[in-house]
Every structure is written in structure tokens, then in C-alpha cells.
């Protein structure tokens, strides 16, 4: 059985998801569908690969994924195919993989070229598709286009570290469905950076002093009522291992999550200072 997964920004309203999945019964009516997202912000790259790189291995190995989003072929927005840890991505070379293979570099990319013979403007239904199939059917990635040793890069998102002010400038990379607010500052440079130092996390409007390991390790004395409880700030680091703020047991229906509370948006700066002592991180939040 062959395993297909799709990521979009397509919604699931139009014809476009139906069409795209009849196409893959077509060619491989065995094949096992899953969609991973449609509910991609239209266009966001950055918020593309935080769901696939934090979704793709817990696929079986040889699983290829289809990513249909900003996928307008132009002389800066190539469609490649690639192997990446054991999986394969059928997608535009639109910067989505230099997130995904931040930490393992794919082992084979091709430039596909069956352009030539496919006039489209839905290049996911009439040539993703048909990458994908044949990839799934065993297929040789060298057959679907020439291979390039590079991809797009992002790099305006990424944290910057300034060592004489001892602090990482991060930002917001992605409001997740509960409105809790994920940056692009992982635990790993947190700790690279900070080691064990005090330190303060400063948002527009907040600050925190402490990390909890469990959102449910903040109370409060406030009787919960979710139609009026704005919940307990708070940061942890996610299951994704990045720092995230959030709000615990407020009502995104009536109260807002940390996004609207605290009012952080995609791209918003979150910075981290680093106190020069080192003690122990004591918890008092402002």
C-alpha cells in the first residue's frame, strides 16, 4: 500500500482537495490518503513546514507527501522532488524545505521537468500528482527531472543570537487552533545560549521568568468559568521543542487565546535576555 499525504492551503470548500485525491485513486486505487492540513494560512510558507516537520516521520518510511501551497511554477518558484529522511516531498522550491531539512539534508533533489509536456494552472492536481504517483509506484527520482544540489533558503525568520547583549531575537512562526502562539526559538538554542542562566522573555506586552515542562503546572486562585476566564499566561516549550506562549484554559470562542490576550501576531518579535549570574530560573510572571 502506498501512502499519500496532503498539506494545502486550499480549505476544504472547493472542488480542489476532492479532485486532487480522485486523481491519486486513479493512478493507485490501493493508495491510502491522509491529509495532514488544508487549513493552511493562504500562502504562509513558514507556517507550511512547522505542521509538515512536525507531522511527517510519524509516517512509515517511503511515505510521499504532496505540498500544494504558493505552488505556482515561475523562474523563482521551481517544483521539486526530493528524498528526505526516508520520505519524500513532492512541492515548490519556495524556501518550505530549507525549515523542513534544517537538521537533516535530503539525500537526492530533482528539478521536475514534465512542465514541457503539461500546460496547467493547477500544477498539484496535473503534475504533483502525477510526481507523486510515480514515486509511490517505486520510481527513480533521476526520471522526473535533473537533479540540483541546492534549494531556496528562508533565512529572515530564523533567530538571531546577539552575543554582547546576551539575548536571542526571536519571532512569532505560528498561532496554533487553541490560539497559543509558537516561535521560531527552539529549546535546544535556549539552552545552548542561555546555560541555566536567570532569564526574561519579553513580549509586547508581557514577560516571563520561568519555563513549565505542562501547561496544567500554572494555577490560579480564579474560579474557572470559561465564558469569563482569561486563563494563566504562561511559556513552555511545545512537543515540537520550540518556545511557545501560551494562555492555559481560556476560551478561544470567548475570550481569546494568547494571540489576542497577550496580542501577538505571525512575525512579532519575542525576545530572550540572559541574566550573567547563574541561578536557578525562580517563577514570577508580570
Do not use: W
Request: glycine share 6%.
Amino acid at each position: 500500500m502506498s501512502f499519500i499525504t496532503l498539506t494545502t492551503d486550499f480549505g476544504t470548500k472547493d472542488h480542489f482537495v476532492g479532485a486532487i485525491k480522485g486523481a491519486i485513486l486513479t493512478q493507485l486505487a490501493d493508495a491510502k490518503i491522509i491529509d495532514i492540513s488544508h487549513e493552511i494560512s493562504p500562502f504562509n510558507i513558514p507556517e507550511t513546514a512547522y505542521i509538515l516537520k512536525n507531522s511527517y516521520k510519524s509516517f512509515p518510511k517511503g511515505t510521499v507527501h504532496i505540498v500544494g501551497v504558493d505552488a505556482e511554477l515561475s523562474i523563482d518558484n521551481r517544483h521539486i522532488a526530493l528524498e528526505l529522511n526516508n520520505h519524500f516531498f513532492v512541492c515548490p522550491d519556495n524556501g518550505l524545505i530549507s525549515m523542513i531539512a534544517s537538521e537533516i539534508q535530503p539525500s537526492k533533489i530533482v528539478e521536475i521537468n514534465i512542465h514541457d509536456r503539461i500546460e496547467t494552472s493547477f500544477p498539484v492536481l496535473d503534475v504533483f500528482v502525477n510526481v507523486a504517483c510515480f514515486i509511490a509506484r517505486g520510481g527513480n527520482l533521476s526520471v522526473i527531472g535533473k537533479e540540483i544540489k541546492d534549494f531556496k533558503k528562508i533565512t529572515e525568520i530564523q533567530p538571531k543570537v546577539n552575543h554582547l547583549k546576551n539575548q536571542i531575537v526571536g519571532g512569532v512562526l505560528y498561532i496554533d487552533n487553541y490560539g497559543n502562539v509558537i516561535t521560531n526559538i527552539s529549546k535546544k538554542m535556549f539552552q545552548d545560549i542561555g546555560k541555566n542562566r536567570n532569564f526574561t522573555i519579553k513580549t509586547m506586552r508581557f514577560s516571563f521568568h520561568k519555563i513549565f515542562d505542562k501547561y496544567n503546572e500554572i494555577t490560579g486562585d480564579q474560579p474557572y468559568d470559561s465564558s469569563i476566564f482569561e486563563g494563566n499566561k504562561l511559556a513552555l516549550f511545545n512537543s515540537a521543542g520550540y518556545l511557545e506562549i501560551a494562555i492555559y484554559r481560556s476560551s478561544i470562542q470567548t475570550v481569546g487565546g494568547a494571540s489576542t490576550l497577550l496580542g501577538l501576531e505571525y512575525r512579532d518579535k519575542v525576545t530572550i535576555d540572559f541574566i550573567s549570574e547563574s541561578k536557578p530560573a525562580f517563577s514570577t510572571l508580570s
